[in-house]
């Protein structure tokens, strides 16, 4: 079965105009991982279209402003017909972090575009982390800790492209997790939180 990895950066917790701020997508990425094994990677950097209306947070988070210096941006009008083609594949797996989010925002730019909602369907990476490493000790759900407790590099968080590479490396990690994976990671983030208190 075809795998599609999916991640996307916003302005706001909700698209569109909510309570002040403009929730738009900045950032998206999708990694299509075929039936053979092959697999390829796209990326869109969108020029904001209500600049002046984004969430503050969202924008310190995702590093938006000074990242995008170094982009090139493209028109989210342009692209979101592509965006749906690689998405609309009822034969394919859809897998994100959070994928329920990312499919509503995704849903409601396509319906501004006139364009077919796809099923908010998918497989949660969020959910293989709960079933795998919080009976093991970890409380969070959220990439950044689960980074933290396997050991993964943060450096280019928040960027749709790292964060969908970091999800796959999840689904494969977590999906054929052995039970002695399992105490490796829980023995490895004991031993890292012994030292974090050694050290204050």
């Not at 796209?42 to 988070?61: K, Q, T, Y």
């Not at 494969?172 to 490895?188: D, G, I, N, V, Y």
Request: glycine share 8%; with cysteine; net charge negative.
């Amino acid at each position: 079965m075809t795998k599609i990895f999916l991640d996307i950066e916003t302005s706001a917790l909700e698209p569109g105009w909510n309570d002040g701020y403009f929730g738009e997508i900045l950032e998206l990425a999708i990694g299509l991982e075929g039936e053979d094994g092959s697999y390829t990677e796209h990326v869109w950097r969108f020029r904001p279209l209500e600049p002046a209306g984004h969430h503050p947070e969202s924008i310190s988070v995702n590093g938006y402003n000074w990242r995008m210096k170094n982009y090139i941006l493209s028109d989210i009008g342009k692209s979101i017909q592509a965006i749906h083609d690689l998405l609309f594949n009822r034969k394919a797996l859809i897998i994100g972090h959070n994928v329920q989010f990312d499919l509503h925002y995704l849903n409601f730019w396509f319906e501004e575009y006139q364009i077919e909602p796809i099923p908010v369907r998918g497989i949660d990476t969020m959910t293989l982390v709960h079933e795998h490493l919080s009976v093991i000790g970890l409380h969070r759900l959220g990439m950044s800790s689960v980074r933290s407790f396997l050991g993964m590099s943060a450096e280019n968080a928040h960027c749709a492209l790292f964060d969908m590479r970091d999800t796959r490396y999840l689904y494969h990690k977590l999906s054929r997790a052995s039970s002695l994976e399992r105490l490796m990671w829980k023995l490895r983030a004991q031993l890292a939180l012994n030292i974090r208190k050694k050290e204050e």
